[in-house]
């Protein structure tokens, strides 16, 4: 399985970017897709996240100003960030919970990540 993360970049304080996330490899099913990020000097956070049923969580630092959403048929996360902040400049993770099926074995609910993609927010 391969998480690939794209869509960072450079950007002025209250620029938009748009993150997006592509799983793909013996995928079974997804229950849960987040996007976590790395500040410099930081402990990784979660951001936003999205499970199966539709459940949306949010950090409170980016409630009303980033929208996570989910494209089921290509495995797809994206992250739509307006208002950013020189706060919001991190590495950007996203994540999977991911059922795989492999040589005959079924793993279930394994954690998969991105490679990061850095997003930098100048004042």
């Known amino acids: 399985v391969q998480l690939q993360a794209s869509g960072g970049g450079l950007m002025s304080a209250g620029g938009s970017l748009r993150l997006s996330c592509t799983a793909s490899?013996?995928?079974?099913?997804?229950?849960?897709m987040r996007w976590y990020r790395q500040g410099p000097g930081k402990e990784r956070e979660l951001v936003a996240g999205m499970t199966n049923e539709g459940t949306i969580t949010y950090a409170d630092s980016v409630k009303g100003r980033f929208t996570i959403s989910r494209e089921d048929a290509t495995n797809t996360l994206n992250l739509q960030m307006t208002s950013l902040h020189p706060e919001d400049t991190a590495v950007y993770y996203c994540?999977?919970?991911?059922?795989?099926?492999?040589?005959?074995?079924?793993?279930?609910?394994?954690?998969?990540w991105g490679q990061g993609t850095q997003v930098t927010v100048s004042s």
């Open positions: 490899g013996n995928i079974v099913s997804i229950s849960a």
């Open positions: 994540n999977a919970r991911i059922d795989t099926y492999l040589s005959g074995t079924f793993y279930r609910g394994e954690d998969h």
